[in-house]
C-alpha cells in the first residue's frame, strides 16, 4: 500500500525489531505502521538539517529523495542544478520532476516547488 521497495521495507522492519517479510509489505496494518516508523525517522533527520520542524512537503521529499539525497537536497543552494545534487538513476526514473521541458535540468528551487504544489 505504501510502496516500499525491498530494501527499504527490510532495513525498516530490521530497525524496528520486528520480523515482517516482504510478502507483509501488502499487509495495509503492518505497512502502515512501517511507514510511520519511516516517516518518523525522516522528521527528525529533516529536524536536524532543516533546524525547525518539516513541513509536509519536507516530509514527502524525504520519503522520494531518501535520506541521504533529502540531506543533500536541502544543503544545496537553491540555484543548484539537481542534476549535482540527486543521482542519475533517480533522475532516470522522475524525468518530469527533474527536467525542464527542454530537457535541461530544474534547479533546487524549482524541483522544491513542483513538490511543494503537491500539497496545495
Not at 520519503?63 to 533522475?91: C, W, Y
Request: charged residues 30%.
Amino acid at each position: 500500500p505504501f510502496q516500499f521497495t525491498k530494501e527499504t521495507w527490510q532495513d525498516y522492519t530490521k530497525q524496528m525489531g520486528v520480523d515482517y517479510s516482504l510478502d507483509d509489505r501488502l499487509d495495509y496494518t503492518k505497512s502502515k505502521e512501517v511507514v510511520e516508523h519511516f516517516t518518523n525517522k525522516n522528521k527528525e533527520l529533516l529536524k536536524g538539517v532543516l533546524s525547525r520542524n518539516p513541513n509536509d512537503t519536507e516530509t514527502y521529499m524525504a520519503h522520494k529523495l531518501g535520506r541521504q539525497g533529502v540531506t543533500k537536497f536541502f544543503n544545496a543552494e537553491p540555484t543548484t542544478t539537481i542534476d549535482k545534487v540527486v543521482s542519475s538513476k533517480a533522475m532516470r526514473a522522475n524525468k518530469n520532476v527533474f527536467y525542464r521541458e527542454n530537457g535541461k535540468p530544474r534547479t533546487v528551487s524549482e524541483v522544491y516547488s513542483i513538490f511543494d504544489d503537491k500539497f496545495k
